[in-house]
């Protein structure tokens, strides 16, 4: 026995161990976009590009793919939203089923080889993955 334990037992014992900090808890996995940029279940994106702030919305099973003519492809009940601010400047697209619309700064006009090109600059400048969900609030 050390002689200065019978005058300070706490000085034998040993330091106490620190509790074990609680396990993280598990992330929200999101369905993987592939390489074509198909994706089974609801995806965002929420990006700039520049100037302009971007969304990107996928209900369903969507498949993006900006070097295709299509550039989208909605399968079954799948919904594509995508919205650019720029300054002053809205356009907004919305896609589903057989229907295509395509307003900037709130004017409908027809979805074509501008609205194409415009697309095709956002689907290129989108992130590989979705942003993830917002955390549940508390």
């Known amino acids: 026995m050390k002689p200065l334990s019978l005058l ?5 014992a040993s ?3 620190p509790p074990t900090p609680p396990t993280p808890p598990t992330p929200v996995a999101m369905s993987p976009s592939t390489s074509s940029g198909s994706s089974a279940a609801n995806s965002q994106w929420s990006f700039k590009n520049g100037a302009s702030e971007i969304e ?3 209900t369903g099973n969507v498949t ?6 299509a550039l989208f492809d909605l399968h079954d009940n799948g919904t594509l939203r995508v919205s650019e601010k720029a300054g002053k400047d809205v356009r907004v697209l919305t896609a589903q089923g057989t229907k295509v619309t395509w307003q900037v700064n709130g004017t409908g006009r ?3 080889a501008d609205g194409k090109d ?3 600059k956002i689907l290129k400048a ?3 993955t979705p942003t993830p969900p917002p955390p549940p609030p508390r």
């Open 8 to 12: 300070f037992p706490f000085a034998a």
């Open 15 to 17: 330091a106490p161990t």
């Open 56 to 58: 990107i919305q996928t």
């Open 64 to 69: 993006l793919d900006p070097a295709s003519d």
């Open 110 to 112: 027809p979805f074509n």
């Open 118 to 120: 415009w697309l095709r």
């Open 126 to 128: 989108r992130p590989a």
